[in-house]
Structure formats: C-alpha cells, structure tokens
C-alpha cells in the first residue's frame, strides 16, 4: 500500500477511537450530562467536569486527522489539503470552548462549522479517475461520501438549530462518520490493492 503513508494508516485507525472513546468516557463520568441531547462540545464548555479530558481528545483527534491528510498520497490533492483544514480545525474547537454549558459562542460555532464542512466535502475533493483506484477515490464512491456526510451535517444542523432532544444523538452519528472515513480508505485501498494482484 505504497500509496498510504504507514503514519496515515496507523492515524486514521486512531482518529475515531480517541474521539469515540473519548466522548464515551466523558460522558459516562458526568452523570448529569444527557449524550442524546446535549452537544459533544458541552464535554469541554468551560464549566464542564470534562473539560480537561475532553479538550484533550479534541486535540488528539485532529492531530490524527492531520497527520492522515499528510500520508494519504492516493486522494488528490484538494481533497488532503480539506481533510487537513478540518483536522486543524478540531484543533482549534478545543481552543475555543463554549464559555459554559448552557452558553453559545460566535467563534466555537464558526470553528466547529468550518470542521463539519471540510470534513464532510472532503471525499469529494479527493476524486481520482484511474481506473485503478480505490472505490471510495472513484467518481460514485466519492459523491456518496460526500453527500452521505454532507447530509448528516445539514440533519445535525437542524437538529442543533431547533434544540432538538435528539441534537446530541446526531452529532455524534456525524463526527463518528467523519472520524471513520480517512479509516475506511485505507481500508478500501488495501483491499483494491489486493484483488489487484
């Protein structure tokens, strides 16, 4: 898999584990916090018993994105420059934290929106036209995962917009599919590489 960086295939791996389980210990050690409803950057509000904990995945989690965008030397350019837009992005969230659970904030929200929409558009800009490539580089693999992302974020944003009680619910089908797809790549193209041979 010559045309994966072993970083990217060990990155993207850790990617949704840190975030998924980060998220998961958070909230099961917050006995107040409601995962259905409440948003995962409520883990790290200013306020939160998490914060700490919380910010930290927020950290780790993008770094991964970033270090997978660097090695996924198979995805066309645009595509890895997005990719690595939305991991700094993840980065910068935990920079700028909700002041407090029960507060919105003008810079949390632009930031995490930024990493909603790179992470979702960029299978898309990661389109190759070989006939060799990986199903999810190629035109349908590419439009799917950006319109199966791109839909999720458009519902969680409803949801998020309407105080919906499933807000939280949402949030997270759509950051553990964002989180998943650098994965799903590497794994698509180990995969196209050996009914290669």
């Not at 690595?84 to 659970?101: C, D, H, Q």
């Not at 558009?121 to 990986?134: D, E, F, G, I, N």
């Not at 949402?170 to 698509?188: I, K, N, T």
Request: charged share 10%; proline share 5%; aromatic share 10%.
């Amino acid at each position: 898999m010559s045309d994966i960086a072993k970083r990217a295939k060990y990155s993207s791996a850790l990617a949704p584990i840190i975030l998924i389980g980060g998220w998961t210990i958070a909230e099961s050690s917050w006995s107040a916090y409601d995962p259905m409803r409440q948003t995962i950057s409520e883990l790290a509000a200013g306020d939160a018993p998490t914060k700490v904990f919380m910010t930290a995945v927020f950290v780790l989690t993008g770094i991964c994105h970033i270090i997978s965008a660097s090695g996924l030397r198979n995805a066309a350019m645009p595509g890895r420059i997005a990719l690595g837009v939305g991991g700094a992005a993840i980065v910068a969230v935990a920079f700028a934290p909700l002041p407090s659970v029960a507060e919105h904030s003008p810079a949390h929200t632009t930031i995490a929106t930024i990493s909603f929409a790179a992470m979702s558009v960029w299978p898309l800009l990661a389109m190759r036209k070989q006939l060799t490539t990986p199903w999810m580089l190629s035109s349908k693999g590419s439009w799917f995962g950006a319109l199966f992302l791109g839909a999720l974020s458009l519902i969680f944003l409803a949801s998020w917009l309407t105080e919906s009680s499933y807000a939280g619910f949402l949030e997270r089908m759509l950051a553990g599919s964002q989180a998943f797809w650098p994965w799903g790549l590497v794994r698509d193209t180990r995969k196209s590489a050996a009914n290669a041979s």
